[in-house]
């Protein structure tokens, strides 16, 4: 778990499936994605357990509230990425980016 002034980014539990399926299933984050069909709660599974291989994934909170999810990487050759995904109609998707 990683604890800021304002925002903690905690690993995706499994308790978060439903919400995040709410989330990938949302008109308003379907806008700003590439999605080709509605997800199943199958499918998110599959997406967390895939993010866990690839990486961490976290759930971003504020003020208690989950409010999106972010995926942390390290590839073979070391380099860190970090990739969001939109959970609000305010939210874009970030394309991975090299961090430090």
Do not use: C
């Amino acid at each position: 778990m990683i604890t800021g002034h304002k925002v903690v980014l905690r690993p995706v539990e499994d308790g978060d499936i439903p919400l995040i399926h709410r989330w990938m299933n949302s008109p308003e984050v379907w806008r700003g994605m590439d999605y080709e069909r509605p997800f199943s709660l199958t499918d998110v599974r599959e997406d967390v357990e895939r993010s866990r291989s690839d990486g961490v994934p976290f759930t971003i909170v504020v003020d208690g509230q989950p409010i999106g999810r972010i995926l942390h990487v390290i590839l073979p050759n070391g380099q860190k990425l970090i990739a969001a995904n939109p959970t609000t109609p305010e939210s874009r998707p970030v394309a991975p980016v090299p961090v430090q």
